[in-house]
């Protein structure tokens, strides 16, 4: 069983641009928690009180993981990390000629007598203590394995190899963590770079060289390229490599959402595991084949990973997979109706465009006609939005949901946010939506310009759908934007449960115009 350190709160937040609060910290130590890992190293405390505050709120939250703090080999550093509460220390001290010649001016034999000192001083304070020769994989193999000795004398439990720059190949790693087994019977940790794209390989080699630990965060945030991904780690080990780990799979995506969430470091869409597209089809010959036998074109099935599969319609769309994403919509269309909605979407595809849920459901039912045409679910009753300088900006938003009207105000950064809060305020007390995914085009460059805003809204068992709005009024654009994905997303829900009677008090169609 590989252990797993968790370092998103630490390495991950060096990520440029991050900055957690305490509460913010804590509420990512309970996802991991949760998550199954061995240790969360919570951060660096000598570098900030808010970030000794964070890391003392995780050390005391009752966590079933490790909780472990970074320090310099420095007494000052130990003595922070340990006044936090924290039950292991990770110590860190750089081996190679380029950083103790340039960074920390400093002879070989006085980082030995250094880091063996820091690390007896952090053990006589009675925590664990996992030491690091910061940039190992640049260090002189015969003096990494005299680093490795003296700190495992001292009385480390565990010692950890970065590959700080991210320069090491899996066989430069297999050496190094060979190296340091040679000398010494501590657990061997790996802290892998991505600045090769080689993290998750790297880390892999080391673990099938020996090492027990790898230092890993979620969505592979951390300094420059970032660290190791986790969930590509932990998904790799468990389906190709035979090993495990204490990690829940299906807790990864969500795991991954609420770290984005609160980092605001987006996903970018084709990363493996967590990415939306990673499990998305568009093209007929993938969706036709992944219908009669996913496994032609999906590596494992999703839901092993807190996910599920999705078709989108698009230029490279078929008869299946439309017909099979329109089922999921509770829509069962004639033959010769399907094949109308295909030529559309292929239409509209050549022309560039992106086919949301929204806009499907909408040539659907229009082509479908007869009483689906009035189906949908949520209809735009009334929008007034209030703006200026020195002054909130407000939006009271009306809404016709399933044939009753709900009506809210909300306040906001902006007309649109406001808007956006007074529908959220509208579907707090009926379903659990949120808004997920908001993206802006202007179609022109001029003032009066179309607004082209793209939506995605989910629900809380993981479901969702796309939406788009196209007006000159951005705030229109955007509510309508919502309100079509709203309709898409309590279709797909409702499934082929029958559309409840009386919805259709319908006016001209109002969402979707871009189609
Ligand atoms: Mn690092």
Not at 95 to 122: P, T
Not at 225 to 237: D, P, R
Not at 387 to 416: C, M, N, Q, S, Y
Not at 483 to 490: E, G, H, P, W
Request: aromatic share 4%; hydrophobic share 40%; glycine share 10%.
């Amino acid at each position: 069983m590989i252990r797993v350190l968790d370092t998103t709160l630490r390495d991950g937040e060096q990520t440029p641009g991050v900055s957690l609060t305490p509460d913010e910290k804590l509420q990512i130590a309970k996802a991991l928690d949760r998550l199954g890992v061995d240790v969360i190293e919570a951060g660096f405390p000598i570098t900030s009180k808010g970030e000794q505050e964070g890391v003392r709120l995780v050390a005391k939250a009752g966590l079933r993981a490790e909780v472990c703090g970074l320090a310099r080999a420095e007494k000052l550093d130990i003595d922070t990390a340990a006044s936090c509460g924290v039950s292991s220390v990770h110590v860190f001290l750089a081996s190679s000629d380029i950083h103790l010649e340039h960074k920390l001016h400093m002879s070989r034999e006085e980082m030995l007598k250094k880091c063996a000192e820091a690390v007896r001083y952090a053990k006589s304070l009675g925590m664990k203590v996992e030491f690091s020769a910061e940039d190992a994989t640049r260090t002189d193999l015969e003096f990494f394995k005299q680093v490795v000795r003296a700190v495992s004398d001292a009385g480390i439990d565990r010692f950890d190899i970065p590959d700080t720059v991210g320069t090491a190949t899996p066989e430069k790693i297999t050496t190094y963590v060979n190296a340091a087994r040679s000398v010494s019977q501590v657990m061997i940790s790996m802290h892998c770079h991505n600045d090769y794209g080689l993290a998750v390989a790297n880390s892999i080699a080391g673990v099938l060289a020996g090492a027990g630990q790898a230092h890993l965060t979620i969505n592979g945030i951390g300094e420059r390229a970032g660290n190791t991904s986790l969930e590509e780690f932990v998904v790799a080990c468990h389906n190709l490599y035979g090993l495990t780990t204490g990690i829940n799979p299906q807790l990864l995506f969500e795991t991954s959402r609420i770290v984005s969430r609160l980092t605001g470091v987006v996903v970018q869409p084709n990363k493996a595991i967590v990415g939306e597209n990673a499990f998305g089809h568009e093209s007929g010959i993938h969706t036709h084949g992944i219908l009669s036998n996913p496994f032609t074109y999906e590596p494992f099935d999703p839901s092993d990973v807190g996910r599920t599969r999705w078709l989108q319609a698009g230029k490279h769309a078929g008869r299946h997979g439309v017909a099979a994403q329109l089922r999921g919509m509770g829509l069962r269309p004639k033959e010769e109706h399907l094949r109308l909605i295909v030529d559309k979407v292929k239409e509209l595809g050549d022309l560039g465009h992106t086919i949301t849920d929204g806009d499907l459901y909408q040539i659907a039912t229009s082509i479908m006609g007869g009483g689906y045409a009035e189906s949908r679910l949520v209809e735009l009753e009334g929008l007034e939005v209030v703006t200026g300088i020195k002054r909130l900006p407000t939006a009271t938003v009306k809404l016709l949901v399933r044939g009753h009207l709900h009506e809210a105000t909300d306040v906001g950064t902006g007309p649109v946010d406001a808007a956006l809060n007074a529908i959220e305020k509208i579907f707090s007390n009926l379903e659990t939506i949120r808004l997920t995914d908001y993206k802006l085009e202007a179609l022109s460059g001029s003032s009066d310009a179309v607004a082209d805003v793209t939506v995605k809204v989910e629900d809380d068992s993981g479901n969702y759908a796309s939406g788009r709005g196209m007006k000159k009024d951005i705030v229109v654009a955007s509510v309508e934007a919502i309100v079509a994905s709203i309709n898409a997303l309590l279709a797909k829900k409702a499934d082929s449960t029958p559309v409840p009677a009386g919805v259709a008090q319908d006016r001209e169609l109002q969402s979707s115009s871009g189609v």
